[in-house]
């Protein structure tokens, strides 16, 4: 009994079960949402305005979501941020597939569980409430009219009326309980269809991970995205056909309890088929890039075939459902199959490398990212650096003075040796300065060029290195200080990884590029996604370059570099 009335008491109990009785009035709206949207979609599916009326419910579905994720987050405490709104920076048909991507269907498919689910289950708990407030006040009913009614049973008298408190009693906590206990599974439900955006369908690049062609990226021509954005699809994609198949077994079971006659439920399966096909199709691409390139070769014309084949498929149905005759959706099939060839046509003929550019654009602004995140990283590491390092040396200097001159007067020999402490750690101080001045950009590096930095810097290690430089007077200064820790980080894990008897290294300039390659003869198995490596290829790509890493068990170990240097 304490634990029932620990939960009566409970706030979040009432949280609850405002949550679903709110889908009363919500569900109702966005039913009507959807089913104006999809309407409209469909009117207009064969002309040009089928584009500005998809996201015209894109947009209303993103924005009902929104508002039931802020409800979620009130009611049921639950974290959900909502599918939030693509930026605009990539371009028009870009953003177009991500306003229409997983969150999209996800939206959707919360919105119809609200309504399909929440409108029943909301009705039912307020007759449920509504009765047991009813059998409370029955003794009020009767004196203020000509009695109650109860059921079938017509109550005359207070005392009747009194036999009816007790169940109403018994009968409201009940229907409290039962409401914040059937909530309940809407939490999950929350938490995964109404999660916020993928970085890769909010960011102005469109990227979702490291660019085509690079080490440890994916096949060029599409993005796949981390295995936690793949998995985020894929959980989407299952939110959607599970909501899905309850409606259709929901409307399937009323179909034979009531009738058993036309099976309409197909009216509403065809359209749901249509939505969860387009879903699964975007996917697929997401997990298919190499689909884009070999059969497509553009992403938009990609998304468009898939499209049309389900609404053709969809139009089919209806035509099958209506009982055949005349197939009039040949003429939707050659519109779609004539818009399509000319889209082809026009963006093979007049913009050939307009896949080129596109991926261009991504590599440049995912790695103009990293490089920031290697800056910030390597920010840290200074100050780190500064403060461990010369900054203690610099206060145990300053005490060491002022201990001498507080002696200089009582004890000259001590503050002597104070002084003598004083220089050794001023010597010290200067030389971690230089060190670390070194390391951020090398002075010998300015005033003598690439090939005496390396020449110094080879001078340093222990390792037998031979050394091939040919380069054509200077280079830019950030190709310089690259291809200089480029050589620095390879000597390094060299030395402390491979035990190597011998290291190779080979610059030359040919043409416009700058090409650098680092081989040891060491044990291998070297990690390109290690933190040092993946810095290197950080500070390449951010020139637009390339770098690759060869590193098979038992060796050698090859780090190439490919620097644009301009002319």
Same mark, same amino acid.
């Given at each position: 009994?304490s634990g029932?009335?620990?939960?009566l008491? @409970?706030?979040?109990?009432?949280?609850?079960?405002?949550f679903?009785?709110?889908?009363? =009035?919500?569900?109702?709206?966005?039913f009507?949402?959807?089913?104006?949207?999809?309407?409209?979609?469909?009117?207009?599916?064969?002309?040009?305005?089928?584009?500005?009326?998809?996201?015209?419910? *894109?947009? @209303?579905?993103?924005?009902?979501?929104?508002?039931?994720?802020?409800v979620?987050?009130?009611?049921?405490?639950?974290d959900?941020?909502?599918?939030?709104?693509?930026?605009?920076? *990539?371009?028009?048909w870009?953003?177009m597939?991500?306003?229409?991507?997983?969150p999209?269907?996800?939206?959707?498919?919360?919105?119809?569980?609200?309504?399909?689910?929440?409108?029943?289950? +909301?009705t %039912?708990?307020?007759?449920?409430?509504?009765?047991? %407030?009813?059998?409370i006040?029955?003794?009020?009913?009767?004196?203020?009219?000509?009695?109650a009614?109860?059921?079938?049973?017509?109550v005359?008298?207070?005392?009747?009326?009194?036999?009816?408190?007790?169940?109403?009693?018994?009968?409201?906590?009940a229907s409290?309980?039962?409401? #914040?206990?059937?909530?309940?599974?809407?939490?999950?439900?929350?938490?995964?269809?109404?999660? $916020?955006e993928?970085?890769? +369908?909010?960011?102005?690049?469109?990227?979702?991970?490291?660019?085509?062609?690079?080490?440890?990226?994916?096949?060029?021509?599409?993005?796949?995205?981390?295995?936690?954005?793949?998995?985020?699809?894929?959980?989407?994609?299952? $939110?959607?056909? @599970?909501?899905?198949?309850?409606?259709?077994?929901?409307l399937?079971?009323?179909?034979?309890?009531?009738?058993?006659?036309?099976?309409?439920?197909?009216?509403?399966?065809?359209?749901?088929?249509?939505a969860?096909?387009?879903h699964g199709?975007?996917?697929?691409?997401?997990?298919?890039?190499?689909?884009v390139?070999?059969?497509?070769?553009?992403?938009?014309?990609?998304?468009?075939?898939?499209?049309?084949? &389900? =609404?053709?498929?969809?139009?089919?149905?209806?035509?099958?459902?209506?009982?055949?005759?005349?197939?009039?959706p040949?003429?939707?099939?050659?519109?779609?199959?004539?818009?399509?060839?000319?889209?082809? $046509? &026009?963006?093979?003929?007049?913009?050939?490398?307009?896949?080129?550019?596109?991926?261009?654009?991504?590599?440049?602004?995912?790695?103009?990212?990293?490089? =920031?995140?290697?800056?910030e990283?390597?920010l840290?590491?200074?100050?780190?650096?500064?403060?461990?390092?010369?900054?203690?040396?610099?206060?145990?200097l300053?005490?060491?003075?002022?201990?001498?001159?507080?002696?200089?007067?009582?004890d000259?020999?001590r503050?002597?040796?104070?002084?003598?402490? #004083?220089?050794?750690? &001023?010597?010290?101080?200067?030389?971690?300065l230089?060190?670390?001045?070194?390391?951020?950009?090398p002075?010998?590096?300015?005033?003598?060029?690439?090939? +005496?930095?390396?020449?110094?810097?080879?001078?340093?290690?222990p390792?037998? %290195?031979? %050394?091939?430089?040919?380069?054509?007077?200077?280079?830019?200064?950030?190709?310089?200080?690259? $291809?200089?820790?480029?050589?620095?980080? #390879?000597?390094?894990?060299?030395?402390?990884?491979?035990d190597?008897?011998?290291?190779?290294?080979?610059?030359?300039?040919?043409?416009?590029?700058?090409?650098?390659?680092?081989?040891?003869?060491?044990?291998?198995g #070297?990690?390109?996604?290690?933190?040092?490596?993946?810095?290197?290829?950080?500070r390449?790509?951010?020139?637009?370059?390339?770098?690759?890493?060869?590193?098979?068990?038992?060796?050698?170990?090859?780090?190439?570099a490919?620097?644009?240097?301009?002319?």
């Open positions: 009994m029932l009335a620990h939960r008491s @409970a706030p979040n109990t009432y949280r609850r079960l405002g679903l009785l709110s889908a009363f =009035v919500l569900g109702h709206v966005w009507l949402v959807l089913v104006i949207g999809w309407s409209l979609c469909a009117s207009v599916l064969i002309t040009p305005l089928v584009i500005p009326a998809l996201l015209g419910l *894109a947009a @209303a579905s993103r924005g009902c979501a929104q508002l039931e994720a802020g979620a987050r009130s009611l049921l405490d639950v959900a941020p909502g599918p939030g709104f693509p930026h605009r920076a *990539a371009g028009f870009r953003w597939g991500a306003m229409l991507s997983g999209f269907w996800r939206a959707q498919a919360y919105l119809l569980v609200r309504w399909l689910l929440g409108v029943p289950l +909301a %039912v708990l307020i007759a449920l409430l509504a009765a047991s %407030v009813g059998l006040f029955a003794p009020v009913w009767v004196l203020t009219g000509d009695g009614h109860v059921g079938g049973w017509h005359h008298t207070v005392a009747q009326a009194l036999v009816f408190v007790p169940v109403g009693l018994v009968l409201l906590p409290i309980l039962l409401g #914040a206990l059937v909530a309940r599974p809407f939490q999950p439900l929350a938490r995964s269809l109404l999660a $916020a993928s970085p890769s +369908a909010v960011s102005p690049d469109g990227a979702g991970g490291p660019p085509a062609g690079r080490v440890g990226g994916p096949p060029a021509g599409g993005v796949m995205g981390s295995p936690e954005q793949r998995r985020r699809r894929r959980t989407g994609l299952r $939110a959607h056909a @599970a909501a899905d198949s309850l409606v259709l077994a929901l399937i079971a009323v179909w034979a309890i009531t009738s058993r006659g036309y099976f309409w439920p197909i009216w509403v399966l065809l359209p749901l088929a249509l969860l096909a387009i199709w975007f996917v697929l691409l997401g997990e298919h890039p190499e689909w390139n070999d059969i497509f070769r553009s992403r938009a014309i990609a998304g468009f075939a898939g499209v049309c084949t &389900a =609404v053709e498929l969809y139009l089919i149905g209806v035509w099958a459902a209506a009982g055949g005759g005349y197939f009039w040949v003429w939707p099939l050659l519109v779609m199959g004539a818009t399509g060839a000319v889209w082809v $046509a &026009a963006t093979w003929l007049s913009s050939p490398r307009h896949d080129e550019l596109t991926e261009r654009i991504d590599t440049l602004e995912t790695t103009r990212a990293g490089a =920031v995140d290697e800056q990283t390597e840290r590491r200074i100050e780190r650096d500064l403060h461990d390092g010369a900054q203690a040396r610099l206060v145990a300053g005490m060491s003075l002022g201990m001498a001159e507080h002696t200089l007067a009582e000259p020999e503050a002597g040796e104070l002084l003598a402490e #004083a220089r050794v750690g &001023a010597e010290q101080a200067l030389r971690e230089r060190d670390l001045a070194r390391g951020i950009h002075p010998v590096l300015s005033d003598r060029g690439l090939e +005496a930095a390396i020449a110094a810097l080879v001078s340093s290690t390792l037998p %290195v031979t %050394v091939s430089v040919s380069v054509d007077g200077r280079l830019p200064p950030v190709v310089e200080s690259t $291809a200089y820790f480029v050589v620095s980080e #390879a000597l390094a894990n060299a030395g402390k990884h491979a190597p008897r011998r290291v190779t290294i080979d610059v030359r300039q040919v043409g416009g590029e700058l090409e650098l390659e680092v081989t040891d003869d060491g044990r291998g #070297a990690n390109p996604q290690g933190s040092g490596l993946r810095g290197l290829r950080r390449v790509e951010a020139l637009d370059g390339h770098l690759a890493v060869t590193s098979p068990p038992g060796g050698p170990t090859t780090i190439r490919e620097l644009p240097c301009g002319s």
